[in-house]
């Protein structure tokens, strides 16, 4: 129950201030210590694994597993004929592969693919399907989500391997009724990564920041079911 409620808490993403984007579409310079990365990556990744106590699993981090050596699938569907918002949304998506395949490219690689994968775990991309709760009218505040599906709350999960049980893992974007920038799609990937709680510089003041590339290169720059204490910093190179 603890963890349900907790999902649907933090199920989506805005802007204004939300912090899930900004006015200019361009991080802001919020920046962390080595300490505040620690404290972040903790906050946001591994105390999310210690609610989960089916698991049974002493708290570690989880993400995406065998990186970089195999690559990320990201699915982007084709938009559909003469839909220009669709096709703004795939070109922020690919606009953020690159970013994060740029900053994080000694650790993760991001591959996008235009067949839906069989038989392995990816990313989804859903436009016009992020999760909006019944009677709100506050739509930009819920302009993306990630989940284990479209138009539903639900948080993707890890699984016992420290890796994401999730699968496909969905990023959807926009309602029908919002803005979504291209900070909000970079957002949604640091959720799709394995960033489940929002921290300052990532959905707190900014969607995304030096702060939030730090906190997810040392995510992926340490072996998955690293504990807290035991992580070495790792921070993204332009």
Not at 30 to 58: H, V
Not at 183 to 204: Q, S
């Amino acid at each position: 129950m603890t963890a349900t409620l907790f999902a649907v808490a933090l199920s989506a993403c805005g802007g204004g201030n939300s912090g899930s984007g900004n006015s200019n579409n361009q991080p802001t310079a919020t920046t962390a210590s080595n300490t505040e990365i620690i404290t972040n990556l903790k906050s946001s990744n591994i105390d999310f694994f210690s609610i989960l106590t089916w698991l049974q699993k002493p708290p570690g981090t989880w993400r995406w597993l065998s990186t970089p050596s195999q690559h990320v699938l990201v699915y982007i569907p084709a938009p559909t004929n003469g839909n220009t918002t669709e096709q703004d949304y795939a070109n922020k998506v690919n606009n953020a592969i690159v970013q994060i395949n740029t900053k994080l490219r000694n650790v993760l690689v991001l591959e996008p693919v235009s067949v839906k994968p069989a038989n392995v775990s990816f990313i989804q991309i859903s436009y016009g399907t992020s999760y909006v709760p019944p009677g709100t009218t506050n739509y930009q505040d819920y302009c993306a989500n990630v989940s284990e599906g479209p138009s539903i709350g639900n948080m993707i999960l890890p699984n016992s391997e420290y890796g994401i049980k999730s699968n496909p893992v969905f990023v959807n974007l926009g309602n029908g009724h919002c803005d979504v920038t291209q900070d909000i799609v970079t957002h949604e990937f640091g959720h799709a990564l394995g960033l489940a709680n929002h921290f300052k510089g990532f959905g707190i003041g900014d969607a995304i920041s030096p702060a939030f590339w730090d906190v997810l290169a040392t995510l992926y720059g340490n072996p998955q079911s690293t504990t807290a204490q035991n992580l070495i910093v790792r921070r993204t190179t332009n």
